[in-house]
DNA sequence: GTAGGGTTAG
């Protein structure tokens, strides 16, 4: 017991983070000897102290031999606290079959855990659980019954719970102000709002985003300018909301004018700025920041991995994985690394992320997962996209499109086909991008009739046909020799054709050896791509096949004396990447 | 209890 008197003088006496971590140290040396009231005072403050000392909550957990009810509760509250929500509820589970009843600590905490990653099942039960061991008189299981249900949109339970509740306190009021404002109900929210007897900052915010979330950045901005104190998260609400609604600017001179910027308002706007392509803004602001945390390096390789930028996403994932970075890459780090990878079709670092993966204990979900699909379609390796595709928990759009990518540019358009056809049956609607998969394999096995009614059927779906997906389809009549039915396609769009689809045009005169009509899609490739020489010689080649070398001469010196050479193997993004 | 990060094309 002197051991034991002598860790908590050191807990009292000494402040130091060193010296707590001394004082944890002994706690789990000697965890058996030791009586459990010291221990939970050992757990609480260094679950408080710093992060160095919260290491060792976990350390003491998992070296107890009998958990008692305290710890084990203490742990499902720590869990939930980090993050680490599955790992409370799994805790929680353990407790629950081992016959130990959770205190209100514990129940409250997996709630929270399971509003958090919007686990129903989990959430209903253990409100039977509560309500079993009498929790449910308690204020602080009550608003976590609240938070549940607004999370979940029970919003109907959420208030019967919440009416329920004697004696609410503030939380229990933005609970279920949340609740009201997360599912844009702003007309009770505010009731809510105008009834609480005293509101906070916390209120107030709620209040700011919601009307933001909902574009009223009228209304927004009246209580943003007439809240009695600001926090660095209202600010935040305004600036989300002004980007919403596409006002960057605005939202950046609310960036500018407040006064304590954090890292979410960085992210905020690098995100923002990435969605509109800024990189360089982006940049610009990420290199202000002297502490980068994992989210803003998160951000930042994503937005260069959402612009094209993939050499410098993977740079900056590099430098992210150096010790003196301090953080450690997480699932969305990984997902936006991979796309890079992709991209660039570089197979082999993708697969050693996938090594470190393991190392780093993450495990594989859907949306990595649909990553990997990406990058082993691009790199040829399409069963093992298949055998992961398959392995996905829900099948969603963005995976169903991967895959069907995949298979468009790989050849296998009969298989695409397939999975376009299963994914119509599951009810899942398809984007644009899905269109330009399943247009690709249409294109691919020639399936001219089919691709071209699927190309109609856009519209039905709302959706309105890009440049892109009319050059396929040009290419894919063209290529069946239909050029006249391509020329009419061609006409008839809705905006400018771009020169990939006069380009699909001239290649299909090219192989039907149509003079007439390269000439017209001759003339529109030049006036859209004046610099580029291929498609003169490409006409220069029809005119020659079809007997006429003067017109093929002429082509040919016209271009020598504009000093168009061509370049092989020449590409736009690589003259891109020389000029900068 | 309020504000922030990922995956599919070009």
Known sequence: M?????????DKSLTTDQAKQIHCQIVVNRLNDLEPLLIRQTLNSAARYSPRTAHYVKVILRRMQKPDVFATSFTIRYLSQHGQFREALSVYEQMHSSGLFPNTFAVSSALKACARIVC???GLMIHGQAQKCGFCKVVFVQTALVDFYSKIGDMVIARKVFDEIRGKNVVSWNSILAGYVKYGDLAMAQSVFDEMPTKDVISWNSM????ARVKDMEQAYELFRRMPQRNAASWNAMITGYIECGKIELARSFFDAMPDRNNVSYITMISAYSKYGSVESAKELYDQMAEKDLLLYNAMIA?????NRAKEALQLFDEMLKPNANVQPDKMTLASAISACSQLGDSKYGTWIETYMGELGIGMDDHLATSFIDLYAKCGNIDKAHELFKSLQKRDLV???????????????KEAIELFEEMMDADIIPNLVTFTGILTAYNHVGLVEEGYRCFMSMQ???????????AIVVDLLGRAGRLEEAHELIKTMPMQPHAGVWGAMLLACSLHNNVELAEVAWKNCCELEPDSSGYHSLL???YASAGRWD???RLRRAVEEKGLVKIPGSSWTECFESQQ
């Open 2 to 10: 002197q051991l034991a008197r002598l860790a908590s003088l050191l």
């Open 120 to 122: 129903k099942i989990g």
């Open 208 to 211: 700011v985003s919601g009307y």
């Open 303 to 307: 937005c260069f991995a959402q612009n």
């Open 399 to 413: 995976a169903y499109t991967a895959m069907i990518l995949g298979y468009g540019i790989n050849g296998r358009g």
């Open 460 to 470: 039905r779906h709302g959706l309105l046909p890009s440049q892109d997906h009319y």
């Open 540 to 542: 220069a080649n029809i």
């Open 551 to 553: 017109d093929a001469k």
